[in-house]
């Protein structure tokens, strides 16, 4: 028997639609996986223009609700990153909503599956880097902005050239 599953889709921004993760790229790649494992697509729930920096999103909120009410059995998302950027959000989602005896979290690009102790697992493992990406790239903008703004005068800069003409004082004498 089919597992009855909801498909969640999210971008936040215009240019994600752009780079390949648009709506129709997502909801395509997941009726695919849908049909491949025998889920039965209960439903598409789509957040547009919404950051995965919260949980508080409308169509993922829904989602949830669905999951504990037993309209579906599972969750399928593309990637972790369009459901959460956050390991600690995810651990939440996990404990609460993909425990052993509740609905199934189903990722098609990291392969996650946690009706097993094995998907559990690597989804937090992989919710880490979906985290880290978003800290990777704050990383670089920050060392973007440092190569561009003048260096800072420490301290020892100004110690350094008032202490140089005095030299040169001493060696005169």
């Known amino acids: 028997m089919p597992t009855k599953t909801i498909a969640y889709l999210r971008v936040s921004t215009e240019k994600q639609a752009d780079r390949g993760v648009s709506l129709d790229v997502q ?3 997941l009726k695919a996986y849908a049909e491949l494992y025998e889920l039965e697509l209960v439903e598409v729930i789509v957040d547009a223009g919404h950051s995965a920096k919260s949980l508080d999103r409308p169509g993922l909120q829904r989602a949830l609700r669905m999951l504990k009410d037993g309209d579906a059995e599972a969750l399928l ?4 990153d369009r459901l959460t950027r956050s390991v600690v959000d995810l651990g939440t989602l996990v404990e609460r909503y993909f425990a052993p005896g509740k609905a199934a979290l189903l990722s098609v690009g990291e392969q996650i599956d946690t009706r097993s102790a094995a998907g559990r697992l690597s989804s937090i493992s992989a919710g880490s880097a979906a985290g880290r990406a978003g800290d990777s790239r704050r990383c670089r903008w920050l060392e973007w902005w440092r190569e561009r703004r003048p260096p800072p005068r ?6 350094v050239s008032s202490v140089q003409p005095m030299r040169s004082l001493e060696l005169r004498l």
């Open 154 to 159: 420490s301290p020892s800069s100004r110690l």
């Open 77 to 80: 998302v593309v990637k972790l």
């Open 27 to 29: 909801r395509a790649k």
